[in-house]
Each structure stands twice: as C-alpha cells, then as structure tokens.
C-alpha cells in the first residue's frame, strides 16, 4: 500500500495542529461544479479544516489535467480561510490517516449515488476503522448536476454558466475551443 501526495502550485500543506479536525473531499473533481463547491462549503462549516483531494487515476483519462483541476478548485474555494486543495495517488484510507484526517466527506445527491457510496464507504471503514464517512447533500437544484453531464452540455455548446464556477466556464471554453 502506498500513496504520494502532490502539492501542486504551491498552495501549501500546513499540516493538521493538535485538536484540529480534519476531513477529506476526496473525488475527480473533472472539472469542480457548484455542487461540488456547495459540499465544500458545508463540510469547512462543521471542520476546523478540510482538504479536498483530487484522485490521481492514470487509467481514467480526464478532460482537465491533474493541475488544472487543482487550480479550477483553488479559484473556486478561496474564500474559504480553512479548505486546502492537493492531489494524491494511492490508497484514499492511507493518504486520510497520514493526514490526521477523522473523516471523509463525500456527497450524496440522490438514490442512484448511494449503492458505489454505500460499497466505498463500507470497503474504506474495512482497511480504516477510525476513519468516518461523513455523507452530505448539497441544495436541491444541485442534485441533477454531475462533471459529466456538464462536460456534454458544454461540448454541445449549451450554456453552464449556471453550474460551474467561473474559472471552470472559462476552463471549458478554452478547452473545446481547443478540441480537446
Ligand atoms: O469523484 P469520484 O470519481 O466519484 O471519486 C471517486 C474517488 C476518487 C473518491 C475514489 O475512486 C477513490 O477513493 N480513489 C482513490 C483510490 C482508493 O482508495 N480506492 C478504493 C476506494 S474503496
């Protein structure tokens, strides 16, 4: 078992201070939506500090690299004092405990989401027993939205302005402009 962990652009890993609580908000985040980010801010609220952690999986080629979505996140979360973004490869329990995490977080937008949800957090309390998964829902009108299927509006050339912040819209523009 294994993990590393990338601190990448600089953003900085402070590290856990004694008595701080800290969670995970691990995913793909290819790219971050508003569901996404309405998770985010839940999870700062009931955390002293959260660490949102972008999976690296070399077998699932993404629309956005490693670096990009980090930074799309950083952009989309920086007003909040106590969320750091990094990216980590390996095991979710491993890179969770090494950072002094008590939880994961994950959200949780409707039925269809609950059986891989239910199986990922049952399978992570195995290999980790003291870390929780802490499920949360993000507001109603953004239950229907996923990476995915804003990545096909906008390869369509619908509008997402509504559903990603900012820096993403901008992120997707460029990127089907370039045909990618
Ligand atoms: O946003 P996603 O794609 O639903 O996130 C899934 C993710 C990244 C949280 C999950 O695939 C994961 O935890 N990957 C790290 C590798 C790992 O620990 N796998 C075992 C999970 S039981």
Redesign the pocket.
């Known amino acids: 078992m294994g993990f590393e962990i990338f601190d990448l652009a600089g953003g900085g890993l402070r590290g856990v201070e004694k008595g701080m609580r800290l969670a995970i908000y ?4 290819d790219p971050i939506t508003n569901g996404h980010v309405d998770v985010i801010s839940r999870a700062a609220s009931l955390f002293d500090e959260v660490l949102v952690a972008v ?1 690296i ?1 070399d077998a699932k080629q993404g629309l956005f690299t490693m670096e990009e979505r980090v930074e799309m996140i950083r952009a989309a979360t920086g007003r909040f004092p106590n969320v750091k973004v990094v990216a980590f490869e ?4 491993e890179f969770a405990r090494k950072q002094g995490a008590v939880a994961v977080v ?1 959200g949780l937008r409707a039925v269809s989401d609950f059986e ?1 949800e239910f ?2 957090a049952l ?2 309390r195995k ?1 980790e027993p003291a870390i929780e998964t802490v499920f949360l829902t993000p507001r109603e009108e953004y239950t229907y939205l996923s ?1 995915r299927i804003v990545k096909e509006i906008a390869r369509l050339g619908g509008p997402v302005d509504a559903f990603v912040p900012g820096p993403v819209v901008e992120g997707l523009r460029k990127r089907l402009r370039m045909g990618g």
Do not use: H, T
């Open positions: 691990p995913g793909s985040f999976a999986n390996g095991l979710l329990v994950r891989f199986q990922m399978m992570n290999l990476s």
